[in-house]
């Protein structure tokens, strides 16, 4: 079966119940959870659960074509900035970056209500 390869990036309130989700889904395989502290709930659950985590995001990002979506639940736009420059450096035409408001979407769809952010509104720049 065919898998969508996934990284994540943001592993706390925000981050971790859409990595359940994700973790439990059959079609998913998770490549990666990157999170500066390792004491946030989600690199806590990911690390139990046999998937590669780091501290570093661009350890996600140097994935390459390896990862289908990173799904950046940071909120801060330098992450993305940084990913950009890095996908376009290396040629990588492949992986999308998901923005946090797609993520909040998506959890409020599962949850039938909408569920804010902890970062607040964020503009993609």
Known sequence: MQKIRIGMIGAGE???????????????????VADLSNDQPGM????????????????????????DIIIDATGVAQVRDSLRRHFQASGNHHTVIMHETILLLMMSLSQGQLVSGKHGARDYD
Do not use: C, K, W, Y
Not at 14 to 32: I, K
Not at 49 to 65: K, Q
């Open 14 to 32: 925000t981050g971790t119940p859409l990595l359940r989700q994700l973790l439990d889904a059959s079609f998913v395989e998770l490549v990666g």
């Open 44 to 67: 806590q659950l990911a690390h139990d659960r046999g998937v590669h985590t780091t501290n570093d995001f661009m350890d996600i990002g140097r994935m390459d074509a390896a990862v």
